[in-house]
């Protein structure tokens, strides 16, 4: 074992994990090309580089040694092509990953990761039954890892098998005390509509890391409840720690709106469209609330908002629509939900509006 290879190697890691980034890549540099013919320190290279999200990088270590394979031991060069695989996953190579991982499959019928990135590799293509099958598979050959236990109880509970995921988690040491699991079961919780139950461990994983997800999952569970307060607290302070967590706005908006607090409310919608960000989908929520309070100008000006972002967004014509029959203009109102039918989609109550308006004209 190259002790001097891997003592420079945890350096650059204290050097990265400090945010010196330029002086631990360097290091890292240095290490690969003093120790360029180690295979088993370039492994421990390709798997640095790996989780630090420099997958070219890794992948022309991997590339290197295919030159050299012929002295590689058998296991070596295994493991060579296993990370190989993992990248070309990471690089949406999902053909050549695929391809390989088959070959890999009958020479090496006994070992998990081959499996493990099987179910990894399907999962990614969208077909979680053929990935659980093989996830099953590598657990079965490696019952002690707790990463393959984690995601197959993943799996189970977004089919449904709330029972089965449970049974997953609980095989994992110190279960109770991890966040990401906190926070799949208070997820299961909604699912089956156990909001107040779910509500409880959101809150209680909040408390322990004020993580996003955490905050986020409270506030929609007091909202379904109408606690419309701890809501609105839930989500303000998510907001606080990202402003950008675009899914949070609309509903403090409407938290705040339910308990009558209609200035808080726009006012928040003002502060996400000054983001830019995910417009369009504000602009659903908060034209709707400008009508309520019949604040037409300011609905004529936002519509041509959305035709900005989409010229043929039919809810364009709707809202100048409404904003002219608002101010009492029936002929322009008219013509506007005309254009909006023109395509012949259903926007919001158009033809209702069109035809109770032909109606009151005569």
Known sequence: MNTDGYTKVERAMMLLEAGDIENGLTELASVRGEYKHDAELMLELISVYHELGHGEEALSIVEEFDRQSDRLD????????LYRVSLYMDMDRLEES????MDMKEEHPDDPRVFALLGELYLMEGLEEVAIRYLERAEELDPDNEEISYLLGRLYAEQGAG?????????LENFEEDEQIGLEIARLAAQSGEFEKAAALFEQAAEQNEQTEALYGAGVMRSQLGQWQAAIR???????????YMAAYPLLADALWQLGMQEQALAVYEQALGLHIEEEKLLDGYLPLLAEVEQWRKIDTLASRLREIDEDNPAYWYWKGRAAEGVGDTEEALACYEEAMAEGESVYDVRDRYEQLSVSRL
């Open 74 to 81: 058998p296991e070596t060069r295994f493991n060579m092509e």
């Open 98 to 101: 695929a391809s390989m991982l």
């Open 163 to 171: 029972d089965r995921a449970l049974e997953k988690w609980q095989q």
């Open 234 to 244: 839930h989500l303000a302070r998510l907001i606080d720690l990202d402003a950008e």
